[in-house]
């Protein structure tokens, strides 16, 4: 049946949109992240921290120069930006956008089990799996009983969607943690890609990992983005949220 007699005007009828008729080039951001460097690179700046370039390249275990087109790469198509002290130059995440961005993607991407190197490998990659900074939140089993506890404790609603209860808002001011206006979610469900359930993110998530840090609940295990539980931090999760000591 031709055109005409389906009823269509061949003129007035484009067909499908493409990314070219709405102005979106969706596969310019997918191209970026299509690369295995890159996509290391956007990974390991999910702590939130601003890396140098060298740092970079000495973990994703290329050359400075490949490094160096890596990141122009990725600076120049707006997921990551840098910033220059002196001779050094520092990249980071764009924003909480691109950091949800990623953790979505890392939810979605095929999980192959690693065979560790050494004892310390295994040590670092269980240490990742326990507690982890995620951009600006907690991520890893430590972030998922802390969810969990907040719902059981009547702090959080999780259905139908993330919100805080007036309990909670009271809880979290008794503790001294206060949550900041901002156009980003006050309460964002995160699926934990290790532990494969949601954790907290949003402006709750950032503020209680920024007060657990400045608490001194948690502290960095060494330069990765791995956390260890404080004894205080033990106590304080006790007393506030009844996780075991």
Do not use: F
């Not at 939810?107 to 670092?124: I, Q």
């Amino acid at each position: 049946m031709d055109d005409e007699r389906a009823g269509r005007n061949p003129r007035r009828d484009p067909g499908p949109a493409t990314g070219q008729d709405v102005g979106v080039d969706l596969a310019a951001v997918a191209r970026l992240l299509a690369d295995g460097t890159r996509a290391a690179i956007c990974l390991a700046l999910l702590d939130g921290r601003a890396w140098t370039a060298t740092e970079l390249a000495r973990y994703t275990a290329v050359t400075q120069p490949t490094a160096t087109s890596h990141l122009n790469q990725l600076v120049n198509g707006g997921l990551l930006v840098e910033e220059r002290h002196g001779r050094h130059r520092y990249l980071r995440i764009a924003d909480h956008r691109v950091m949800e961005l990623i953790e979505s993607l890392a939810e979605l991407a095929p999980h192959h089990p690693v065979r560790p190197r050494s004892l310390t490998v295994a040590t670092r990659q269980q240490a990742l799996r326990d507690a982890r900074l995620c951009y600006d939140h907690l991520a890893g089993t430590l972030s998922v009983k802390i969810t969990d506890a907040m719902v059981t404790r009547g702090l959080l609603d999780w259905e139908p969607e993330p919100k805080l209860t007036d309990a909670g808002t009271d809880r979290l001011a008794a503790v001294g943690i206060t949550l900041s206006p901002s156009r980003r979610p006050l309460v964002r469900s995160c699926l934990d890609w290790t532990e494969r359930r949601p954790h907290l993110a949003g402006v709750l998530g950032a503020a209680l990992c920024a007060h657990a840090l400045g608490a001194g609940w948690v502290t960095r295990i060494g330069s990765t983005r791995a956390l260890a539980v404080t004894p205080a931090g033990r106590r304080a999760l006790h007393e506030h949220l009844g996780l075991p000591e």
